[in-house]
């Protein structure tokens, strides 16, 4: 079992009477994973251009000028992006290189003992791909026209990502630290439908996918891929490409976990297909529960979670019933 409620979720939850002084996973007896990054933005300056009781307008280390809502949980408006074309990207990118200080070795030299003692999950996590590179740096509407007018520089933004990224995590491994495996968001979908073409991944962007996989797996280590949306047009491929696990399977952008399951199962982890609308009504969701988890544990292959995270509709209440009846259902 691996989730993550929103910070407002978690407020809640201490409001209802979750105790202050223990870990959420640890009061429910869901599983940890111990994620290790690192910074390969362009570092661009950071600053506040605007501050109201409300929100602040302020420009982020990728260039991006966004407005962020000073309520918990809510999203960001982005407003502007310094990546918009070839001739940014090259100014972006000449800022990109795998120097040691965008490693927290000290976190590293501080906590990797404790975690690794204690038989923690640890992984990688990669930041690359269609979905940082829209959603953060360069904007939905500049990186899909790019994809279509100027394919080489949307692949260039892919390529050079991946390979800062996979030059930091080799200077982590050569210092001798291990992990079980690596995880990378890449929502290539949204409502019933990809944002570009099955021959369009295969041509631009499965190439930087597979890259990672290998690199994970000749280190022995597992793969995961987190991908919003439909996607399932893209699941042979993902497969073929060496993708351990995906996640979150989104029941409410049209992806069918049971048909997943039947159809791919022998191959492919699944984690999450626990439609997160139905969380905040506890018969439905506790119904759904029993409908769909005895199919999806068959043969193992199946790590509970939501369908993309826990929202602060779902109760205290209802997510220790939740928990609960998680616990029973998941026994062998």
């Known amino acids: 079992m691996l989730d993550y409620p929103w910070a407002g979720t978690l407020k809640r939850w201490h409001e209802e ?11 429910f007896g869901f599983d940890k994973r111990i994620t290790v990054g690192c910074d390969i933005t362009p570092r661009f300056e950071t600053k506040i251009l605007e501050e109201t009781e409300r929100y602040v307008i ?17 999203t960001p408006e982005f407003l502007d992006f310094f990546i918009s074309d070839p001739e940014h990207w090259e100014i972006a990118k000449s800022r990109m290189t795998p120097t040691d200080d965008r490693i927290d070795w000290a976190w590293l030299d501080k906590y990797y003992d404790k975690f690794r003692s204690a038989g923690e999950y640890m992984d990688l996590d990669f930041w690359f791909g269609f979905d940082v590179t829209h959603s953060w740096a360069s904007g939905t509407e500049n990186v899909l026209i790019g994809m279509y007018e100027d394919p080489e520089w949307i692949m260039d933004m892919f390529d050079h990502y ?6 930091l995590f080799d200077k982590i491994l050569a210092k001798g ?22 021959d369009m991944y295969r041509e631009m962007l499965k190439p930087f996918h597979k890259k990672a996989c290998d690199w994970a797996h000749e280190r022995g280590m597992f793969v995961e891929l987190h991908s919003c949306g439909y996607i399932e047009p893209f699941i042979p491929d993902l497969i073929e490409i060496g993708i351990d ?8 952008a049209g992806m069918d976990p049971v048909r997943i399951k039947k159809n791919y199962g022998d191959k492919l982890t699944l ?24 199919i999806l544990k068959e043969n193992s ?8 995270s826990i929202p602060n509709s779902v109760s205290l209440e209802n997510f220790t019933a939740i928990s609960d009846r998680i616990h029973e259902l998941g026994r062998y």
């Open 17 to 27: 009477g979750l105790p202050e002084n223990v870990a959420w996973d640890d009061y």
């Open 58 to 74: 302020h420009t982020t280390n990728w260039g991006a000028t966004l407005k962020s809502f000073k309520e918990l949980d809510s």
């Open 162 to 167: 991946l390979n800062v990224q996979l030059a």
């Open 177 to 198: 630290y291990k992990f079980d495996g690596i995880h990378w968001p890449d929502d290539m979908g949204y409502k019933n439908s990809t944002f570009f073409s099955l």
């Open 245 to 252: 696990c995906l996640n979150p399977i989104e029941v409410k």
């Open 271 to 294: 984690r999450g297909g626990i439609n997160a609308v139905l969380w905040p009504d506890k018969e439905a969701i506790i119904a759904e529960l029993d409908r769909l988890i005895p």
């Open 301 to 308: 292959g199946y790590i509970f979670a939501s369908d993309h």
